[in-house]
């Protein structure tokens, strides 16, 4: 029996899923979920992520990580942390570029926080040289050493429970059956003692506990051991009311009830309630920023420059990719940065 199927007698049985629950079961079932056993990644998959649009942004990454190394101290060990590394592109880049300071990479202890069995193989593969170890959480890296943690496009995959503004009060949407039996979307009443902004009728606001647990967890972990984490995704860095709810097949959207598991599902990632979460632990965070002025500030625009230089008959090519990257019309404004930090820890590329 096929997700779909699995999914309608799941909802027979115990009435609508929430869309959290459905969101995790496409993406993370264990027999047909995307994640689990058919993620598709880059040019030929489903979608594509920054550090495949370029080796740029990898690569600026890496030398961010080296920077705030050498502004925590230059601890030996420390753990340098990847949760949802794709297909290990953003961390071979980003170690390549820290190769250029041999006691950081010395001192680095590599860890990939991977659920997901085909991807753990490409990363294996990408990066062999590199000795990563994997974990299925944050709580399984090792604790007492201070961390370097990065993360990219990995809030957006976490479930949200959507509630929607009715003439009657706040409604929660979930995945139901229609008449003919196929999945639907419609309203449930809200839990009771939920409380919301107030906001228009007709206005849908997502909450992602799972985004602010994390936050939390990686605020605890900060705070415990030191170090930073950054967090690149794209959503929104004020509360906004709005539906994201959507899937990606073959780089186009499509109906996110069409084929359970067979598309990458995703929400907008709440920066300002992830950040919130981290600072409860006693950390600091820093302003949010568009990915467009982190990468400038970072010195993309020099990097490009420098590669085309290199290499002028790839210089047209460059020049696509960090329009990809920066442009408002691309991924430059509707991605967002944030890092959490240590006190008194300065980030770089988000210093005014």
Not at 228 to 257: C, M, N, S, W
Not at 288 to 306: P, S
Request: charge should be negative; proline fraction near 7%; charged fraction near 20%.
């Amino acid at each position: 029996m096929n997700l779909l199927r699995r999914l309608e007698a799941r909802i027979l049985q115990d009435g609508p899923l929430t869309i959290a629950d459905y969101m995790t079961a496409c993406l993370h079932d264990p027999q047909d979920g995307y994640y689990a056993t058919r993620p598709r990644l880059g040019a030929e998959g489903d979608f594509i992520t920054a550090p495949m649009v370029s080796q740029m942004f990898g690569e600026l990454i890496g030398l961010w990580c080296v920077e705030v190394w050498t502004r925590m101290g230059a601890p030996s060990p420390f753990a340098l942390v990847e949760m949802g590394p794709g297909d290990g592109t953003l961390m071979d880049d980003a170690l390549r570029a820290a190769r250029l300071v041999p006691a950081f990479a010395a001192a680095a202890e590599v860890w990939l926080v991977e659920t997901s069995a085909p991807l753990r193989a490409l990363q294996a593969e990408r990066l062999a040289g590199a000795g990563p170890r994997w974990a299925a959480s944050l709580d399984d890296v090792p604790r007492g050493a201070p961390l370097i943690f990065v993360a990219n496009e990995l809030l957006d995959c976490l479930p949200a429970r959507q509630f929607v503004r009715t003439h009657d009060g706040w409604a929660e949407r979930r995945v139901g059956l229609d008449g003919q039996g196929a999945l639907a979307f419609g309203l449930a009443p809200a839990p009771a003692g939920l409380k919301l902004a107030p906001a228009a009728r007709g206005a849908v606001i997502e909450v992602s506990t799972a985004q602010v647990a994390l936050g939390a967890r990686i605020g605890e972990r900060i705070s415990a051991d030191g170090g930073a984490a950054l967090f690149i995704d794209y959503g929104r860095d004020r509360p906004e009311t709005g539906d994201t709810l959507q899937a990606l097949r073959r780089h186009v959207k499509v109906p996110p009830l069409e084929a359970p598991g067979e598309a990458d599902l995703t929400v907008h990632a709440d920066f300002p309630a992830f950040a919130a979460a981290a600072r409860s632990a006693g950390v600091e965070t820093t302003p949010i920023r568009t990915q467009a002025a982190f990468l400038q500030a970072l010195g993309i625009e020099a990097r490009a420059a420098a590669l085309s230089q290199a290499r002028p008959e790839r210089a047209q090519a460059i020049a696509r990719q960090l329009a990809r990257l920066t442009a408002p019309g691309e991924m430059g404004a509707l991605f967002k940065a944030v890092a959490i930090h240590s006190p008194g820890l300065a980030m770089p590329g988000f210093e005014a």
